[in-house]
């Protein structure tokens, strides 16, 4: 759970970090002058998972974009890195547009420079091509 | 019907636990490896699950499901003397080791194979197997069928959704169906925990405020052609709904994400025993069932929350597999397990199951099982000896500890002997 606390003498958040499977217990702790203080994680990446998620939460987005002249009708992509939360959705509309035509390979780019963000969509897999596909 | 084809190791399956099974089995010197698949394609569930997430441990590298079933499969297809079957049913599988399958060329095909590898996996649990009271209108789905039709075949089973259980598959399916633009009203979750990873409750469920429900179930369906809703209520201890709890919660769509359960009808027509506690083979630490040359891997042997383990295990699984076809041809009246020397390996307080349930005196190997209930503080003993102490434990989390040297000197110490049964616990540390 998420848990958030302001005080006069600054912030507190209780949170899973979600970088591994371990799922450990973070706690952040903000001072009135702005200062974190990071406890529960079993590692670097937990630590910097935590600053990160009070300063600027990101996810890496999975989904799927339509595919011509394939097996299936959709081919699944994701970010190349993380984009900030609050994108997600306003990225989901732009990806609903997007349509691309076999064959595919995994991580080719699908779509450059999502939403200004430096991060590209890329495939998840490979694509063959299927003639007489619709 | 065709004549019979031979091979060294066959093995049925072609998702993530007979990708690796089959490449260890190559690499441990099987000349010919034969893979039978009922799906059009290599890669199993893995190609439905387009999250990320996969493959941590062992890559150092957050991977969609896709994207690891590419760690392996071009590699599958690389090699001339793996052998891929695809469309292909197995229809049975005898104690000596031959296969009949279905296949959309060969028509019926017999395989007979020095050494076999089951790989099948294992599928949902239904509604069927809940007896939710009420009507039965369109619209309740299995989690990961609903998670197939979003994420492979383009169709979204509706737009007010409540989820009935908190497994991996409902968590990412909560997070799909809004991603996609779909409502999802709630989790409903009997247990007072979830049963998935905290990570998919904070990433899925939290990231969006989609409410869980603990100690909660759905206690009645109502619509007549479609689903209308559902009442929820809150159960008690005896999971027994609690009267005046109750709440409507209108939807068109219900998915259930309760369980899985491992597919062993064909190791069953092999004469395998199975293991009530995981639903899936009793096995030694070859993976070896108590059929000999008959091997499992992967959730067709207990069900497995890490994809990364199943890789692990099935590369154990493979590799024995190779050497037991290689000493069949050695010595071709066949070769027994070196019987005698093993002890059986049983769960004692807290566990609800350990693998192998079988193991061979002073092997030094790791041991995965799982806890019944949620634990702070937890030392995981063998017979009294302590394997591993643990700050935190949980069922929907497989623990892997190894088993050393140490370990069996002080159980020889403490007179354990082959023939004898040896009790892993999880007792509150002092
Ligand atoms: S702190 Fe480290 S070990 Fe703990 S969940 Fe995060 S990444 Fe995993």
């Known amino acids: ?134 | 019907m065709r004549s019979i084809r031979y091979t060294d190791v066959a093995v049925i399956g072609g998702g993530p636990a007979g990708l690796a099974a089959a490449l260890a089995a190559r690499r441990a010197g099987a000349e010919h490896v034969t893979i039978l698949e009922r799906n059009h394609e290599l890669g199993g569930i893995l190609q439905q699950c387009i999250h990320n997430g996969f493959g941590l441990h062992r890559f150092k590298e957050e991977l969609t499901g896709p994207e690891y079933a590419y760690r392996f499969i071009p590699q599958v297809e690389a090699d001339p003397n793996i052998h891929v079957y695809l469309n292909t049913m197995v229809l049975s599988l005898t104690p000596t080791k031959e296969i009949t399958a279905i296949h959309p060329d060969h028509g019926l095909v017999k395989l007979k194979a020095k050494a076999v590898v089951l790989a099948m996996g294992c599928r949902e649990r239904t509604r069927g197997a809940l007896t939710i009271p009420g009507t039965r209108p369109a619209g309740i789905y299995t989690a990961g069928t609903a998670q197939r039709f979003v994420n492979m075949e383009g169709y979204m089973p509706g737009k007010r959704v409540v989820i009935l259980g908190s497994g991996d598959i409902g968590l990412i399916m909560a997070r799909r169906f809004t991603l996609e633009g779909a409502k999802v009203e709630a989790v409903v979750e009997i247990m007072p925990y979830p049963a998935g990873l905290a990570r998919n409750i904070a990433q899925c469920l939290e990231d969006f405020n989609i409410p869980l429900y603990l100690s909660s179930t759905v206690t009645m369906i109502h619509g007549k052609d479609r689903v209308e809703g559902v009442t929820v209520s809150q159960v008690d201890d005896n999971w027994c709904p609690i009267a005046g709890t109750e709440r409507y919660i209108p939807c068109d769509t219900l998915l259930l994400s309760v369980g899985l359960i491992p597919e062993n009808e064909l190791s069953q027509t092999a004469g395998v025993p199975l293991d009530p506690r995981t639903g899936g083979p009793v096995v030694d630490e070859k993976r070896e069932t108590l059929v000999s040359g008959i091997f499992a891997c992967g959730n067709v042997l207990h069900v497995h929350d890490l994809v990364d383990y199943v890789s692990e295990e099935a590369e154990i699984a493979g590799e024995e597999a190779a050497r037991h076809a290689l000493r069949e041809t050695a010595d071709e009246a066949g070769s027994g397990r070196d019987g005698g020397q093993q002890l059986a390996l049983k769960p004692g307080s807290n566990l609800r199951y350990v693998l192998p349930q079988r193991i061979t005196a002073g092997a030094e190997v790791d041991l995965y099982m799982r806890v019944s209930h949620p634990m702070d503080a937890v030392t995981l003993t063998l017979s009294g000896v302590t394997l591993a102490k643990k700050r935190q434990v949980r069922p929907s989390e497989m623990l892997k500890i190894r088993l050393k040297a140490q370990h069996w000197e002080s159980l020889f110490q403490a007179g354990k002997a082959p023939g004898q049964e040896l009790l892993v616990a999880a007792e509150p540390s002092a």
């Open chain 1, 1 to 134: 759970m998420a848990i958030d606390t302001q005080t006069d003498q600054g912030f507190y958040r209780r949170m899973t970090c979600i970088v591994c499977p371990t799922g450990c217990l973070l706690e952040v702790r903000k001072d009135a002058d702005g200062k974190l203080s990071i406890t529960g994680f079993q590692c670097r990446r937990g630590e910097m998972y935590a600053e990160n998620e009070v300063l600027n939460p990101k996810r890496v987005l999975t989904t799927t974009v339509r595919i011509r002249n394939a097996s299936l009708p959709l081919l699944p992509v994701r970010t190349s890195d993380a984009i900030p939360k609050e994108l997600l959705a306003e990225a989901m509309r732009v990806l609903a547009q997007v349509e691309v035509t076999a064959p595919v390979k995994t991580g080719d780019a699908i779509l450059a420079n999502l939403l200004d963000t430096g991060v590209d969509v890329i495939a998840s897999r490979d694509m063959k091509r299927i003639d007489g596909a619709a």
